[in-house]
């Protein structure tokens, strides 16, 4: 399932810790992701996450003494000529064609830059950084910055969206964590935390009254105003998480008839489901300020 090539070809490299009796070592290298410059993390309990500098997007992440977590498709081209289907795309500064950019924002469609990386208290962590300079700042002529910090250690992955205006005028923004949670056995995947949450599919709003959303596509519903902990469930896993500065969620599968969806191949919609921490309703940002979104999921 993962595109991995000359894993851990160049070791960037160790830092040792030294905290009271116990000594912890943080391993971070230099690997491909097909064709992709990326960095592997690994946290001294053995938890580990893959994130290329093609959009800071996390693509694999497995728990200490656990498997893979997250999905991404075989025929998601991984040469940075399109956005990867799969992992946690960064979604910036629009959320899917709701603006007059490029679908989700070019923050998935952009290197950007590793700026620091270091283990606290036994969490490995690694920050990615993109600003205003690009072929971009024409679509969305805004003076700003973001910086994506992945944190990992045991059974828990953090992702902190940082957005920072740097200019003299506001700007408005929407932004997303799109994360494709793999999944063994979707006709038992559920979701639970939504009950009574007001929900947009197909351009109709509703309010959830099931307690327990099945996950079997198609299902493309936008939750506003989560007020809650999520929990994705199946017969064989178990994963929860909260967030925090995104007031929205996304719950995404296609079905099976993907024939659109020219990057999925068939069956792949079997073996996902996307959940996100959105924030949908533009956030309008003033000059020198920031917004923190942050998503914490942990493997129960």
Not at 162 to 188: M, Q, T, W
Request: charged letters at 20%.
């Amino acid at each position: 399932m993962l595109h991995k090539t000359g894993l851990c070809l160049r070791v960037l490299y160790y830092r040792l810790l030294s905290s009271g009796r116990a000594i912890a070592m943080t391993l971070l290298t230099s690997i491909e992701f097909g064709k992709l410059p990326a960095i592997c993390l690994k946290a001294p309990d053995g938890a580990q996450a893959t994130m290329t500098l093609f959009g800071a997007q996390v693509v694999s992440w497995i728990p200490a003494n656990g498997t893979e977590q997250l999905f991404c498709s075989a025929k998601s081209v991984l040469d940075g000529s399109s956005a990867i289907r799969g992992g946690v795309p960064v979604i910036f500064p629009q959320f899917n064609q709701r603006g007059e950019g490029v679908r989700h924002g070019f923050a998935r469609l952009n290197p950007w830059r590793l700026t620091k990386s270091g283990v606290e208290s036994g969490i490995a962590s690694a920050e990615f950084y993109l600003n205003s300079a690009g072929e971009y700042s024409a679509q969305w002529p805004h003076d700003f910055s973001l910086l994506l910090k992945v944190s990992i250690h045991a059974d828990q992955l953090t992702l902190a969206l940082r957005v920072r205006n740097k200019g003299s005028h506001a700007f408005s923004f929407c932004a997303a964590l799109h994360s494709y949670f793999h999944i063994e056995d979707l006709p038992s995947a559920t979701v639970d935390g939504l009950v009574n949450t007001a929900y947009t599919e197909l351009g109709i709003a509703q309010i959830q009254t099931e307690r327990l959303l099945p996950c079997t596509g198609p299902v493309d519903r936008l939750y506003h105003q989560v007020r809650g902990d999520l929990v994705l469930a199946t017969s064989h896993t178990r994963l929860m998480w909260q967030q925090t500065g995104f007031r929205d969620a996304v719950v995404w599968n296609p079905g099976k008839d993907t024939r659109q969806i020219v990057d999925l191949g068939e069956g792949e919609s079997d073996h996902f489901v996307c959940v996100e921490s959105a924030q949908l309703d533009a956030v309008q940002l003033e000059p020198g300020k920031e917004w923190l979104g942050t998503q914490r999921v942990q493997c129960a």
